[in-house]
């Protein structure tokens, strides 16, 4: 991705205000900063100053390691990302559930859905190893792949476990 790319992605801190439906001038407001100073650091034109990332983290409630990289710019936003932090919000939902003395019942659905995203985090790393594994550009690869891919799609697991024993594959 080159400088021009990185700066028009999404960052994890723009996903928050939008999720949470908040406004740059209101953040600002909270955060005695401005809308410009905001924007800057969701934008990744400047990096987030220390003093100010704590201040970052505590408003919305997550760790100072979620909202950055190693040079203090805004993380960007990425699909695993988003799974990562949306379970992070499930989690802290049943944590404040449970500190309220909340009935099972209303619980059980939040439970459910960290479920769910955690098989969705799984199917998100099973694509980008393949991805990274598709790079490669090895047509040996690119071969084992279609065969896996032709057994499964034809519901042919065990005749793709049986060639995998004999090393037909």
Same mark, same amino acid.
């Given at each position: 991705?080159?400088?021009? &790319?990185?700066?028009?992605?999404?960052?994890?801190?723009?996903?928050?205000?939008?999720?949470?439906?908040?406004? *740059?001038? /209101?953040? !600002?407001?909270?955060?005695?900063?401005?809308?410009?100073?905001?924007?800057?650091? #969701?934008? @990744? %034109?400047?990096?987030?100053?220390?003093?100010?990332?704590?201040?970052?983290?505590? *408003?919305? /409630? $997550? &760790?100072?390691?979620? +909202? #950055?990289?190693? =040079?203090?710019?805004?993380?960007?936003?990425?699909?695993?990302? @988003?799974?990562?932090? =949306?379970?992070?919000? $499930? &989690?802290?939902?049943?944590?404040?559930?449970?500190?309220? /003395?909340?009935?099972?019942?209303?619980?059980?659905? *939040?439970?459910?859905? @960290?479920?769910? +995203?955690?098989?969705?985090?799984?199917?998100?790393?099973?694509?980008? %190893?393949?991805? $990274?594994?598709?790079?490669?550009?090895?047509?040996?690869?690119?071969?084992?792949?279609?065969?896996?891919?032709?057994?499964?799609?034809? !519901?042919?697991? &065990?005749? +793709?476990?049986?060639?995998?024993?004999? /090393?037909?594959?």
């Amino acid at each position: 991705m080159n400088k021009s &790319e990185m700066e028009r992605s999404k960052t994890i801190l723009e996903y928050l205000v939008m999720i949470n439906e908040l406004s *740059y001038s /209101g953040i !600002g407001r909270e955060l005695n900063i401005t809308p410009q100073q905001f924007s800057d650091w #969701i934008k @990744k %034109r400047r990096p987030i100053p220390q003093e100010r990332l704590q201040a970052l983290a505590n *408003y919305f /409630g $997550v &760790e100072e390691a979620v +909202l #950055i990289d190693n =040079h203090q710019y805004a993380k960007p936003i990425t699909s695993i990302a @988003k799974i990562e932090l =949306h379970m992070l919000l $499930v &989690e802290q939902k049943v944590e404040q559930l449970e500190v309220e /003395g909340a009935d099972e019942e209303d619980i059980e659905p *939040y439970r459910n859905k @960290k479920f769910e +995203l955690q098989q969705e985090r799984e199917d998100e790393l099973r694509l980008a %190893r393949i991805a $990274v594994v598709l790079q490669q550009r090895d047509e040996r690869i690119d071969a084992l792949i279609d065969i896996v891919l032709d057994e499964l799609e034809a !519901g042919q697991i &065990e005749d +793709l476990r049986r060639k995998l024993q004999k /090393g037909d594959v």
